[in-house]
């Protein structure tokens, strides 16, 4: 086996040797920009991927960009360990590649994407291009159902600057005494865009098939004048705000974990300002500077927009638009049913007999939801455990155990608190499942939960089952239709005594376990993958033959990261899909050669997280719900798991082939850690790999039909 050096260990520490983790996500987040851009994508689709930009964008500005303020404000200047960066540097890369990017989304938005719609007779319209009797019509709308919704609320010494919410829309407003006949001191009111009410408001247009929309602050500000009364209005101008959202949970002095989390979310949208989005149309620069010095925000981070601000409302407009346009969308795609499953068969009887593979959206999520649910109605069920980490609003499986409760079953819920921007969602149903009669583990002590696992324990003929289901994916039946994941049922037994351990130790008081199957988080996923990794080296030095194929969202881990340059530097063959953010560079002259890289960023978001090591023919598969960040490894519950059916080995690496062979929506990272998309050689068939995955799912049905 190849000997790696303290020499060789230090070379592969040096930070021109990584991606840094913000920059990396912010190249991801470009990539979503660019489905924007890419033409073979239908319109309304296009301008859903600019609201999933700007989304993205908030996240990462409450979080990401807080964080970094945090850290300066506290005089923290110390490079960050892979690629060396201090607060400051990263702060100054991160504005100045955003402000790049958002300029780029605007001209998309403005240039390209207004005027296509407008080629379907669908308009976005200035009031000022209105007819009269529309102005009327809409005088009236604002009458009846704006002004009464409305807050005026003027700023003087006996009224601060209120406090505004995360990423609420307001308007600033400079206003002029009527009666005073000199210039005097004008007057300053903010009124706050009502969030109730829809931004897009219908026009009646002149033709039925023609859609005319205005935006809900624009008529707010050209009817202004109507809350002012005595007043002339100077300027009036949109801007929002988004503030730091992270929570500061106390732990480990919190009695109550719940109480705690409700407290702190009180206190998310009240934190400091960290970004400021201003519209040009209207506003004049004295009120930047107003803004800017109550908001204590500096300059770099304001944003002057000329548009529509706040782009994530092009999510609700994709709805309002798709019933009259559906040419405009994509095709619908409806999850097939898995073949592993006849409809008449029972699912607790399916996963006794054998093993189970499903590949969502491209097979449906409801083997899963049945799962539960006859569980829950099942008499020989004596108990039901699972792990929550982000459910739906509706969601099926929760009523599904708190069913299986009321029946007397034992149900034990480990429902992650902490689940980001899901808390309050997923607090309100805590207090549901603590009604109904279930066991809910709040999580662990400064651990997330974030595993997906699901333990089934049935009595028959005297015999205790175990039947156990595994994902990579959340137990979500409305992300499964849009995010690729994997599940894996199983009744082997030694799959359900590692259930049992894994519950029994977050539950209660116990010694961590030793699992048969399951690798487990904290420490121990890295500790198996470094040792795979090393494997993998030591066949390739006999054999000549390694070959590793990662799938994951983000790659940050810093030493899993060395360890693959290791790989690369004995000659193994390592292929990365990782979505999302990746601190890794490949093609690196001595250092990651032998390492390639590549991202699918597409209609479905890429969530599965499927780890292959040749092992000279060993074929060792692996799934998981944990990304190789060092948060997931060192700071969350998460479960690796081999699988082992020769079939769904098999259907796996299919997976992997397809994915590899993506020449339309795939991106290749260079070696300084660009991006850009897969060449597609000479009279090569075009394949998307998510389309073709889905095809192969219709494919099949049709076959056996």
Not at 487 to 500: E, N, V, Y
Not at 605 to 611: A, G, M, N, V
Not at 644 to 654: C, D, N, S, T, V
């Amino acid at each position: 086996m190849l000997m790696i050096t303290e020499e060789i260990r230090r070379k592969l520490s040096d930070p021109m040797y990584y991606n840094n983790r913000e920059l990396s996500w912010l190249a991801f987040n470009e990539r979503v920009l660019e489905e924007a851009l890419d033409e073979s994508n239908p319109l309304l689709e296009r301008l859903k991927f600019l609201a999933i930009f700007s989304s993205n964008l908030d996240e990462f500005f409450m979080v990401r960009v807080a964080g970094i303020k945090d850290q300066i404000k506290a005089g923290f200047n110390k490079p960050e360990n892979k690629a060396g960066m201090t607060p400051k540097q990263q702060l100054t890369a991160i504005t100045s590649k955003t402000h790049q990017m958002v300029q780029l989304q605007y001209h998309v938005f403005q240039d390209t994407l207004l005027p296509m719609l407008a080629d379907e007779e669908i308009y976005i319209q200035e009031m000022i291009s209105l007819t009269r009797m529309q102005t009327l019509q809409l005088e009236k709308y604002f009458e009846e159902h704006i002004l009464p919704v409305l807050t005026p609320m003027a700023v003087d010494a006996y009224r601060p600057f209120p406090m505004l919410l995360n990423k609420s829309l307001n308007l600033v407003i400079l206003l002029k005494d009527k009666h005073e006949l000199s210039e005097g001191e004008k007057k300053t009111a903010l009124v706050q865009v009502p969030s109730v009410l829809d931004r897009f408001i219908p026009v009646h247009g002149s033709h039925p098939k023609r859609l005319h929309f205005v935006m809900l602050e624009d008529v707010i500000r050209f009817f202004i004048h109507k809350l002012f009364t005595g007043y002339d209005i100077v300027s009036s101008s949109v801007f929002r705000i988004t503030r730091n959202a992270d929570l500061t949970i106390h732990e480990e002095g919190a009695r109550d974990l719940l109480k705690e989390i409700e407290k702190e979310l009180k206190k998310r949208k009240r934190g400091a300002a960290v970004r400021l989005e201003i519209q040009k149309k209207g506003f004049d620069y004295s009120i930047l500077d107003y803004l800017t010095e109550e908001l204590e925000i500096h300059k770099k981070d304001v944003y002057e927009v000329d548009g529509l601000i706040d782009l994530t409302a092009l999510f609700s407009f994709y709805k309002k638009v798709s019933g009259e346009r559906e040419h405009l969308m994509y095709q619908a795609l409806i999850p097939q049913p898995t073949l592993e499953l006849s409809h008449d068969e029972d699912i607790l009887e399916s996963v006794c007999n054998r093993d189970i593979l499903l590949h969502h959206p491209f097979e449906s999520f409801e083997p899963v939801v049945d799962f539960v649910a006859k569980a829950a109605e099942d008499p020989d069920v004596l108990a039901i455990k699972q792990t929550l980490y982000r459910v739906s609003g509706e969601s099926p499986i929760i009523n599904a155990l708190i069913r299986a409760a009321e029946k007397g079953k034992q149900v034990t819920v480990l429902f992650e608190l902490k689940a980001r921007f899901d808390e309050e969602n997923n607090v309100l149903w805590t207090k549901e499942l603590e009604k109904a009669g279930c066991h809910v583990i709040y999580g662990m002590t400064h651990l997330k939960t974030h595993s997906k696992i699901t333990l089934v324990v049935r009595r028959r003929n005297n015999r205790i089952e175990r039947l156990v289901h595994l994902g990579t994916g959340n137990y979500n039946d409305q992300t499964a239709k849009i995010y690729t994941d994997l599940g894996l049922f199983t009744s082997k037994r030694k799959f359900g005594m590692d259930a049992t351990n894994f519950f029994n130790h977050l539950s209660g008081y116990t010694e961590k376990p030793v699992y048969h199957h399951l690798s487990v988080a904290p420490f121990d996923i890295r500790k198996d993958i470094l040792s795979l990794v090393d494997k993998e080296i030591s066949f390739h030095q006999r054999f000549k033959n390694g070959h590793i194929i990662l799938k994951m969202n983000s790659l940050t881990d810093k030493p899993i990261i060395t360890k693959l340059y290791e790989a690369s530097n004995a000659g193994v063959k390592v292929e990365l899909i990782i979505r999302g953010i990746c601190c890794l560079r490949p093609g690196l002259e001595g250092v990651s050669e032998n390492i390639t890289v590549r991202s699918i960023v597409g209609r479905f978001l890429e969530h599965t997280r499927i780890f292959y090591f040749h092992h000279n023919g060993e074929k060792k598969h692996f799934l998981s719900s944990a990304d190789m960040m060092t948060r997931n490894m060192e700071k969350r519950v998460e479960i690796m798991f081999p699988v082992y059916e020769p079939a769904i080995k098999q259907r796996i690496m299919g997976i992997l082939t397809t994915i590899l062979s993506d020449n339309m929506k795939a991106r290749i990272q260079d070696a300084d850690g660009t991006y850009h998309y897969v060449k597609r050689r000479n009279e090569e068939p075009l394949i998307d790999s998510q389309s073709s995955l889905f095809s192969q799912a219709y494919r099949v049905k049709e076959d056996e039909e």
